[in-house]
């Protein structure tokens, strides 16, 4: 299988960086343009251009997003640790899937933004509960705390992340272990 970079929306100086490393992977880079926004992603993949399969309001999504395809996990590493040591800082990125190459790239990108959207607040709910957690551990007798840890480990749980859930649950959590930080 040939190695691939699908890139959508990529400013010129991370498409140097990105083609920097070219001679090292051997791989082809297929850039998409807005036009390309209701194709198949497998059919960009294999650089088919011609069949777009929907229209309907297909309008441009202000993300740059690179799609890796065809590269092992060994590589795929590798070139992840290049990427962070030429500092080409990519939140939206994704490894091509049997899934994802049947989605619309417009469909794919949605995904991908709503994704790294999340990623951040998922992380802080983590934390947050965490430290909830660490407060109970040093002995903080608060049900709240309590309360707020069943809370957001019931709410990853469930698998079913929303960002505005996510805020709520994060600043709710925010205000209750603020009380506990020295000021």
């Known amino acids: 299988m040939t190695r691939k970079l699908l890139v959508y929306n990529m400013p010129a100086e991370k498409l140097e960086k990105i083609m920097s490393l070219k001679d ?7 850039e998409t343009k807005e036009n390309h926004l209701g194709h198949k992603v497998g059919n960009l993949l294999e650089e088919n251009f011609s069949d777009q399969v929907s229209s309907q309001d297909l309008n441009h999504i202000d993300i740059n997003f690179l799609m890796i395809h065809g590269f092992a996990d060994e590589d795929l590493n590798q070139l992840l640790k290049d990427f962070r040591d030429l500092d080409l800082k990519l939140p939206n990125k ?3 899937t049997e899934t994802n190459k049947t989605w619309i790239l417009q469909d794919l990108l949605k995904e991908n933004q709503e994704e790294a959207e999340l990623m951040p607040l998922l992380h802080k709910l983590y934390s947050l509960r965490k430290f909830a957690q660490d407060l109970i551990d ?3 007798d608060d049900p709240a705390l309590g309360a707020l840890v069943e809370e957001i480990t019931a709410y990853i749980n469930k698998q079913d992340l929303e960002k505005n859930p996510m805020i709520e649950i994060y600043n709710k959590g925010a205000q209750i272990v603020n009380q506990y930080i020295e000021k």
């Not at 090292?24 to 297929?30: A, G, P």
């Open 138 to 140: 040093s002995g903080k």
């Open 94 to 96: 994704c490894v091509s």
């Open 24 to 30: 090292k992977y051997q791989f082809d880079l297929i």
